[in-house]
């Protein structure tokens, strides 16, 4: 690598006080954490010298819960959907602590930052502005009753940067980074940074493929760190995406802890036109999964024991059709508790 990728690399590092890689593939695009301020109506930049409630001071753990999934972006009745799919994290019995969401588009970003829930208990990485370069984007929830905002002494749990960095793509992806730290497992006065990586890998067996590619980049920024976790939509649709986590010198959960499970999180319903898979995955880099479980995505309406089924109106008896079930998404979330090494 030239000695200006080099420099170029440690000012960036420097500059915002992240460790990087030091053969950075393209400049990382920094961005802010925002709050929704009910003063003004809107979700404004986080400051680290502005005021804020601590988070709950009671935690003995560092262990943390992550929830990823794939909300679907391209199905109708997106309103219902996202309200269900808020309703359905927030009554969880685990209390999340980050949410990664995949496929999310303009209005089903404006959707969830309008959501009561959200405003009051979440920092996000977007605002209700925040462009959608194509149909739709990756956005990270991190919960205001477990981290502090940037720089805060009130609390060993605390946001740290985010950005994103642009992949080689066949459609434009991304990966969005975040790094949060949390108390050391060795040392109770000092704590860790953990990176966090929201992917959606490029999607369909289109060769020459760029997940290959992609993961390693994401797995060069975690190893800068030397702690972190990838989790999101992988999309392993050729037989070479089945080793590309071990490949890259990280854990897969699911094998880790459910090796005897199929765990799909895709197809599992057989109506979709491919076979089943694992889309969705979480792997792990100096972390340690305590536990990973699969959130079937349920029907729109089912929350309320009445399940909202679709069917045309003003069509003869005669030619009238089964009406759909609408689901959440196409594809189920993953939950996983992790912590620490050590």
Not at 177 to 182: G, N, P, R, S
Not at 240 to 247: H, K, N, R
Not at 322 to 338: G, N, Q, R, V
């Amino acid at each position: 690598m030239d000695i200006y990728a080099r420099v170029r690399s440690s000012i960036t590092s420097w500059k915002h006080d992240t460790p990087l890689p030091t053969d950075l593939p393209a400049d990382p695009k920094f961005q802010s954490w925002h709050q929704f301020d009910p003063n003004s109506q809107k979700w404004d930049l986080l400051s680290a010298n502005e005021n804020a409630e601590p988070p709950r001071a009671d935690e003995p753990s560092s262990d943390l819960v992550l929830l990823t999934w794939n909300i679907d972006a391209l199905s109708e009745r997106i309103q219902e959907r996202v309200t269900e799919i808020l309703t359905f994290i927030t009554h969880l019995d685990s209390k999340v602590d980050v949410i990664f969401l995949q496929e999310v588009s303009q209005r089903g970003l404006r959707l969830i930052l309008s959501d009561e829930r959200i405003r009051t208990s979440w920092f996000s990485s977007e605002h209700e502005n925040s462009p959608t370069r194509h149909s739709f984007t990756t956005m990270t929830l991190v919960s205001k009753t477990r981290f502090a905002r940037p720089g805060s002494e009130t609390s060993r749990f605390a946001l740290g940067p985010v950005w994103r960095v642009a992949f080689p793509s066949h459609f434009g992806r991304n990966v969005l980074f975040c790094d949060l730290f949390v108390p050391s497992p060795t040392d109770a006065s000092s704590t860790t940074r953990v990176r966090l990586a929201n992917v959606h890998l490029d999607s369909l067996p289109i060769k020459p493929s760029h997940r290959p590619r992609q993961l390693s980049i994401v797995s060069s920024f975690l190893r800068s760190v030397g702690c972190g976790m990838v989790a999101g939509d992988f999309n392993p649709v050729l037989d070479e995406d089945a080793v590309l986590i071990e490949s890259n010198g990280l854990t897969d959960a699911w094998l880790a802890l459910r090796p005897e499970e199929s765990g799909y999180t895709w197809g599992a319903d057989g109506k979709q036109r491919f076979p089943p898979n694992r889309m969705d995955r979480i792997a792990l880099l100096g972390l340690k999964a305590r536990g990973i479980e699969i959130l079937e995505a349920r029907q729109v309406g089912e929350l309320d024991g009445q399940q909202n089924l679709q069917s045309e109106t003003n069509i003869p008896e005669s030619q009238e059709t089964e009406p759909t079930a609408i689901p959440w998404s196409d594809h189920h979330a993953l939950l996983c508790s992790f912590a620490l090494e050590g």
